[in-house]
């Protein structure tokens, strides 16, 4: 037998008995409904496949973690069903938060509106016609107070879909948690702080790459002094995808970027393994069912050897590429919206025979609207009826071995590393960026992808074949048109009601700290936030010495 | 007249989902029209402004915020001041069958909603502006 494949063996079973010791089995025993019991991993039984196994697969919850990164993954504890949410005001959102939560939902998840997410307050010329729209609107430490009333901070957590101003969000939300008795090392969540796919997909940026990536690095640097339990970014493929590019584009950018960061954390002089293990992703799940469980199957290994063997990092979960997953929006079609809970259904499947850590599973009326509570509430139903229902998370990543998968894999990951060297040699993905290199390759898969729908080369069901001239139009949810000038109002009356010096002088020192590149910007941001001083003042203050984006 | 059909492809607000413009961009390229792209976040003044200078016969807006009925009807005044309101405007992106009589009102003079082909949208401009310089 060889002896690589029984000394991981051995470990796995080790690991394995720990991870039971914290979280006990779901079942016990596992049996179908055949009564045939069902094992935690399924390995070769042929002795001359063992070799080749340990060093491609290996066993889950070990280097290079092609078969998920914890040892036993679903039999213990499912996935994080993480439903994104968010819209007009704080007190709405908290309401639905609090239904989600009623309804098993397990973390939370903020979407915040677009003047939010670009650094403008309600009131700024620019926000018009946007208060609340995608998401809750945030101007001041209140709003945020409001979001998080009676959701115990030391309990939830929480993911925040926010980039350019992750870190005044994040103050925020440590300030609302200190309010609550909760210290900030306590705290779970994570920050999507990833500036580079906003330069290349998503649109919401504010400062140019430096100045970012330097915000970037002061909350990797602070977090993990004072907030080691958050995840400080979420290196996200899922808006490169939504964008048009193809499965393979997704994850070799998404992996390019993150080594971005890397780098920059490693420049301002962190060590590898000090932040590394705070690092986490977030992946699309499109329609191909068994190329999207390649990717995600081929980017842990792809990322798991760059961390071990090119960057040297020494700790394990260093090397271990954790995700969080949503389904693909841009799959969904405005006709016969129903069908969506189906592609739904699907996607989200792929993503657990991936290995996700999370999941939000996307709602039938999204290409029309935000969604209303009751799609919403099917869409958390459809990730619970393929975790209680389906039986697929009995068993650790239950496709390999398949040929077809492992194939699939290998080639996903070969055509993966062909982008990053192209990359690399750009000098890297802040440079693609600034090229539009990467924008560039994504819109030509868009436009290919557009062609082959209405050539009817690719059949989208109900769209472009199947169709039916009498479309139902669903109830959809809308946003008060009211709320904008509400949100305005309460606005002036913090700004009315607060220490103005104070926030005056926070603001000064914030300002003096941006322009000292050494400096870490996070205590600052901290201070304003608490002080009351608005997104918008701070991200303001902050343009003032960084300058804007402007595009490639 | 063999002038080449001139579009304006145009982001209002801050919205940051780009593809459909693109592509829609392309395709209408590729029908041989001259296209002009405004990228991201310009303001219904920016818009109707590069809409002149560009001397363009259609404009397309594009937005995927859900703030559509605040900002198409925006751009309009402001051709409107410019006395440009003869330039036909286009719309689309995740717009809602109900909203769209309230924007043909505005002057909107047609929303092409998710799914619709490009080449639709393509032949619609070249009959607008074909139908009329005959």
Redesign the interface.
């Known amino acids: 037998m060889s002896e690589h494949f029984s000394e991981q063996k051995k470990i796995w079973e080790q690991q394995s008995e720990k991870v039971k010791e914290r979280f006990p089995e779901r079942k016990d025993p596992f049996t179908n409904l055949s009564g045939i019991p069902i094992e935690p991993l399924y390995v070769p039984e042929n002795e001359s496949n063992f070799d080749d196994y340990a060093e491609k697969l290996g066993f889950p919850g070990q280097y290079p973690f092609t078969r998920g990164i914890q040892p036993t993954m679903y039999r213990n504890r499912f996935w994080t069903m993480r439903q994104y949410a968010g819209f007009g005001s704080a007190k709405e959102t908290n309401e639905r938060f609090r239904y989600l939560l009623d309804q098993g939902q397990t973390g939370l998840s903020v979407a915040f509106d677009l003047p939010t997410q670009i650094g403008y307050d309600s009131d700024d010329h620019m926000a018009e016609g946007e208060v609340g729209k995608v998401g809750v609107a945030i101007d001041s430490l209140e709003d945020m107070e409001i979001l998080l009333d009676q959701i115990p901070l030391d309990k939830v957590s929480t993911s925040m879909t926010i980039n350019a101003p992750a870190s005044v969000l994040l103050c925020m939300y440590i300030a609302v948690a200190e309010k609550q008795g909760v210290p900030k090392e306590k705290i779970t969540g994570t920050i999507q702080n990833d500036i580079l796919k906003e330069y290349i997909a998503r649109g919401t940026y504010i400062y140019p790459p430096k100045p970012s990536m330097r915000l970037i690095t002061n909350i990797f640097e602070y977090c993990r002094d004072n907030v080691p339990k958050f995840n400080t970014i979420s290196i996200s493929g899922y808006h490169i995808r939504e964008a048009g590019s193809t499965a393979v584009q997704e994850a070799a950018f998404t992996i390019a970027d993150g080594l971005a960061y890397v780098d920059a954390a490693l420049e301002s002089g962190l060590e590898i393994d000090e932040f590394a293990p705070r690092l986490a992703f977030f992946f699309n799940a499109h329609n191909n069912f068994f190329e999207e469980v390649a990717k995600f199957r081929a980017a842990r290994r792809v990322w798991a050897d760059l961390m071990k063997n090119k960057y040297k990092a020494q700790n394990e979960k260093s090397w271990r590429l954790r995700f969080h997953t949503q389904t693909g929006g841009s799959t969904l079609t405005a006709q016969q919206p129903d069908n969506n809970i189906v592609r739904v259904a699907l996607q989200a499947l792929s993503a657990v025979m991936g290995g996700t850590q999370s999941l939000h599973t996307n709602s039938r009326d999204e290409a029309l609207a935000l969604p209303t509570e009751e799609s919403a509430r099917i869409a958390l139903r459809t990730q619970q009826i393929i975790a209680h229902e389906s039986g697929v998370a009995d068993t650790v990543d239950p496709l390999a071995g398949s040929y077809y998968v492992e194939q699939m894999t290998d080639e996903i990951e070969k055509q993966i590393r062909e982008y990053l060297d192209k990359i690399e040699d750009m000098g890297g993905a802040v440079q693609a960026v600034e090229e539009g290199y990467m924008q560039r390759e994504i819109h030509q898969a868009a436009y290919e992808a557009q062609k082959r729908i209405e050539s009817k080369e690719d059949i989208i069901v109900g769209m472009n074949e199947f169709t039916t001239d009498e479309e139902t139009h669903a109830d959809l949810l809308k946003v008060d048109e009211k709320l904008e000038q509400e949100q305005i109002e309460r606005l002036g009356e913090i700004r009315a009601n607060r220490d103005q010096q104070l926030v005056d002088k926070r603001l000064q020192d914030l300002k003096e700290t941006a322009k000292n590149p050494d400096e870490n910007l996070m205590p600052h941001i901290l201070a304003s936030v608490k002080a009351y001083a608005t997104v918008g003042e701070i991200c303001h203050t902050m343009r003032d010495v960084f300058g804007e984006y402007t595009g490639a | 007249m063999n002038r080449k059909i001139r579009v304006l492809v145009a982001k209002p607000?801050?919205?940051?989902?780009?593809?459909g413009a693109?592509?829609i961009a392309?395709?209408l390229r590729d029908r041989g029209m001259e296209v002009i792209y405004t990228?991201?976040?310009q303001?219904a003044a920016q818009i109707a402004q590069t809409a002149i200078q560009e001397d363009v016969d259609v404009i397309g807006l594009s937005s995927l915020?859900?703030?559509h009925?605040?900002?198409f009807p925006?751009v309009m005044e402001e051709l409107k001041k410019r006395e440009a309101e003869d330039i036909p405007v286009i719309g689309g992106g995740?717009i809602?069958?109900?909203d769209i009589q309230f924007l043909l009102d505005h002057g909107i003079q047609k929303i092409f909603?998710?799914?619709t082909?490009?080449?639709a949208v393509a032949d619609f401009i070249e009959e607008r502006v074909q139908g009329d310089s005959v």
Do not use: C, F, I, Y
């Not at chain 2, 607000?13 to 593809?19: K, S």
């Open positions: 607000g801050l919205d940051g989902h780009d593809r693109l592509v392309q395709t990228g991201l976040r303001s915020s859900g703030a009925k605040s900002l925006k995740v809602p069958e109900e909603t998710p799914g082909p490009m080449t």
